[in-house]
């Protein structure tokens, strides 16, 4: 995705992933009940299991160190990939991806991939050798500060930058049921030297986004904080506007980034969590119309998406149905993109800046 971003936007791209500690779970309601039975509710691997009986229920501390040596692990395998020629753009064969060839797509990435190779070659043999930066990407990571202690164990004092760091993440956000200025989590977070982000939902007033903005951000330091909307395709429209008017009268120093997913959540006759891909995209276009509008920018996108070939969004280049959820429903939590609704959704912000839908 990021290289079709850089090709199509000729910007370049800071890569975040959402990954390596994101296994708490917010949750709703502390209960679920099926038939006679309620539980308590599966709060991510970090606090319990999915299976539902009393003991995966359970709350169990020893989670927490699993989550630490996966994230650890994970960790490890991307540093290993972002750094040993895996994304070296000498190699298109590394991003070359293969069931996409039957994918409406394909004849576009590919047209992509070729004008890339033809832009390295000339580079190249002008330059008369390698170019440096080619071989190796930086690759950032992000997740919810949700269970405190845990990421309160991940807090460190760093002598040399003078301050308190979440070490286990480098861009850790608040979600939209912890984000009361008074609670602890925004007072965990404002104590942080890290950058750190605030979800923004819909019935989010004015006057507490610019009251969280102070909170977490009283120097008003560029590239301190991002701010992720998260509205719903069908509230945009009306709730987007008079938070970025209010933002621009405060005169905050905010990253704005666009979340289309979260709020487009819906469940099927047959009980699967999904998400429409064309209702995602609608909420994407219509955050850039209306940053356009208001002179602000859009400077990110924020999707749930893997790299498996699974099926848990409709819609798309290939039109999955509700009933295609069946064939590779795997996300015990979030639906998320395909590679190839992934890719699709990375050519459509590329269309969205070339057709002037946003400056």
């Not at 895996?86 to 190699?91: G, K, R, S, V």
Request: with cysteine; hydrophobic share 35%; net charge negative.
């Amino acid at each position: 995705m990021s290289l079709v971003l850089v090709y199509g936007l000729n910007q370049p791209v800071v890569r975040v992933g959402r990954l390596a500690g994101q296994y708490a779970k917010p949750r709703s309601s502390d209960t679920e009940t099926r038939a006679d039975q309620t539980l308590p509710s599966y709060r991510g691997d970090i606090i319990n299991d999915i299976a539902f009986t009393p003991a995966a229920r359970t709350p169990d501390p020893t989670r927490l160190r699993t989550a630490y040596n996966h994230s650890a692990t994970t960790l490890n395998f991307v540093r290993a990939l972002s750094e040993g020629g895996f994304a070296d753009l000498n190699h298109p064969e590394h991003w070359q991806l293969g069931f996409l060839h039957h994918s409406p797509l394909a004849s576009e990435y590919q047209s992509i991939v070729r004008s890339i190779r033809e832009a390295l070659n000339f580079t190249q043999t002008v330059a008369e050798g390698p170019i440096p930066g080619l071989r190796s990407v930086t690759f950032y990571t992000s997740h919810e500060a949700l269970h405190l202690p845990y990421e309160e164990a991940m807090t460190r004092f760093v002598e040399h930058q003078d301050g308190y760091y979440n070490l286990g993440t480098h861009l850790p956000w608040i979600g939209k049921r912890t984000a009361h200025p008074d609670e602890a989590h925004v007072e965990y977070m404002r104590g942080l030297e890290n950058p750190v982000a605030l979800k923004v939902g819909p019935n989010l007033p004015a006057s507490t986004l610019t009251t969280l903005i102070r909170h977490l951000n009283p120097d008003n330091a560029w590239g301190k904080l991002t701010l992720i909307t998260r509205m719903g395709a069908d509230q945009v429209s009306d709730r987007l506007p008079p938070l970025l008017r209010a933002v621009e009268a405060q005169g905050a120093h905010v990253l704005w980034v666009c979340d289309p997913m979260h709020g487009n959540t819906e469940k099927t006759r047959n009980g699967y969590k999904t998400r429409r891909f064309r209702t995602i995209l609608h909420e994407l276009e219509q955050t850039f119309a209306i940053h356009r509008a208001e002179g602000t920018h859009l400077g990110g996108v924020h999707f749930e998406m893997t790299g498996e070939n699974v099926t848990e969004c409709v819609g798309g280049a290939r039109g999955l149905t509700e009933h295609d959820l069946e064939e590779a429903y795997t996300s015990h939590v979030d639906p998320r993109l395909n590679v190839e609704q992934a890719l699709e959704m990375a050519l459509s912000i590329v269309r969205m800046y070339r057709n002037g839908t946003d400056g």
